[in-house]
């Protein structure tokens, strides 16, 4: 600090200024610790690796599309080789209220970007090309070709897309992709039996309409701007000389554009047609398949879910349920899977379902009653699926949204092997202690 005194008058006056070489050093110290927290926090900053498919509320996860049996025929390809991705899904039957039904809805791959193509895709052994109508309660097959298209390794996921509700995530992989990006090669066979690269057909024609209309568009953009605007405008409209603002040329640049764009239009539209005369065009159809006879619920083992309960503390959910045995043999649940994590019972052998990385439990699932549940017997009893899956996965956040039902699929083995699925569900209700 610095202190000045003034007499004036026989009157003192003293002030104090603050030194600029304190004030900077406190700036430097303030930026220094603002600094220091900030390279804290970049230190836990992590990659991205998924395509938020914990994003969407877990009723819709849970109680829409139920994926099992995913497979991927290998996961290390070169670029131009071929792999293909199957699997069943059920579509269930407790469709959430708020969401639409899937009248409309599309198979993909999710992908970070174009690192593969889509040659071949089939729901229940047909194969198709549009949006499909589902019915809940249904099952179905899916399979899905895909070709190596950029090298590198890729974290992928099968996934439907319902119209008005968004993406549905199966069970993902990671994917290796080696070789050379300039040795992929993606020729087709058109209608007229000619060999076209789809990578490279038609560029030049799209790049050279998408830059006359951008220059065109940009043209009659300069030559309104060319002008002042705005105030001035403004003040010659206030001043009544509205008529003044659009001039003889201006009115007949906009004539001719309003003339010539239709005419280039039609002109460009009837040379096309006449140079393909055998295109086909963009399909807008819905594929109408029918699901298979039922794998889930198939009438042999009927399950009711009595009550569900989620402890928060344990993170655990416990089931109670009536099961009655309608096979010929006795019977033990071995697995438990909802939202693309699956709970096992470690007493119980399952079979191998393939390289997808869904979350897995493997001694999650405990029954009250493990004894093997006999033909012909009903039983009442309680089933607790618990792992930290629940909370990593988001799956918690059930008892959170205004539609905290659950759904998922129960897996029995008899002891040759033959595997019976039911889907279960019910509401929720949360314990905090």
């Given amino acids: ?14 002030v104090r200024t603050l030194s600029i070489e304190g004030h900077n050093q406190k700036l430097l110290k303030c930026l220094m610790f603002l600094g220091l927290i900030l390279s804290v926090y970049m230190l836990n900053i992590q990659p991205v690796m998924a395509h938020g498919e914990k994003a969407l509320e877990p009723f819709i996860r849970m109680r829409t599309i139920q994926w099992y049996d995913v497979q991927w025929s290998k996961q290390k390809f070169n670029v131009n080789e071929e792999i293909s991705v199957s699997g069943k899904f059920h579509v269930a039957e407790d469709w959430p209220a708020s969401v639409p039904k899937p009248e409309a809805a599309f198979l993909n791959i999710s992908t970070p970007g174009p690192v593969l193509i889509r ?7 047909k194969p198709f ?15 899905i070709v895909l070709k190596g298209r950029l090298p590198g ?3 992928i996921h099968p996934f439907f897309n319902l119209k008005d509700t968004g993406q549905v995530m199966g069970p993902g992989v990671w994917l290796e992709v080696a070789g050379n990006a300039a040795d992929f090669t993606n020729d087709i066979q058109t209608i007229n039996g000619e060999m076209v690269n789809m990578e490279t057909y038609g560029l030049g024609n799209g790049i050279f309409w998408h830059s006359f209309w951008g220059l065109l568009a940009t043209a009659w953009l300069l030559w309104w701007v060319r002008r002042p605007l705005f105030i001035a405008r403004y003040r010659m409209l206030q001043a009544g ?3 003044e603002l659009v001039t003889p040329t201006d009115r007949l640049i906009g004539k001719a554009l309003l003339i010539g764009v239709p005419l280039l239009v039609f002109v460009s539209y009837s040379m096309t047609v006449s140079q393909y005369p055998k295109a086909i065009p963009l399909q807008a159809s819905l594929d109408q398949i029918l699901p298979l006879s039922a794998q889930v619920n198939a009438g042999v083992v009927d399950v009711e879910t009595v009550k569900a309960e ?24 071995g697995e438990f899977a909802t939202g693309n994590v699956r709970f096992f019972n470690k007493d119980v052998p399952t079979p191998d379902q393939g390289h997808s990385e869904t979350g897995e439990a493997p001694e999650g ?16 009893m309680t089933i607790s699926a618990k792992d930290a899956l629940w909370e990593s996965e988001r799956l ?34 949360p314990k905090f202690n």
Wanted: glycine share 8%; net charge neutral.
């Fill in 1 to 14: 600090m610095k202190t000045v005194s003034v007499n004036e008058r026989n009157q003192t006056v003293t």
């Fill in 396 to 429: 918690d956040g059930l008892i959170n949204d205004a539609d905290s039902r659950i759904g998922g699929l129960l897996f029995f083995y008899d002891g040759a092997g033959e595997r019976y699925i039911s889907s279960i569900t019910a509401a929720v209700i």
């Fill in 153 to 155: 390794r890729y974290h």
């Fill in 310 to 333: 989620y402890r928060v503390p344990e993170r655990t959910m416990t089931f109670s349920l009536k099961i009655k045995n309608g096979s010929d043999k006795p019977i033990q649940i």
């Fill in 129 to 143: 090309m549009n949006s499909v109508a589902l019915q809940p309660g249904g099952d179905y097959d899916f399979k």
């Fill in 119 to 125: 040659t071949e895709r089939y729901l229940n052994g």
């Fill in 241 to 243: 000389l509205e008529n």
């Fill in 365 to 380: 699932l405990s029954l009250d009653n493990a004894a093997p549940i006999q033909p012909g017997e009903q039983r009442t």
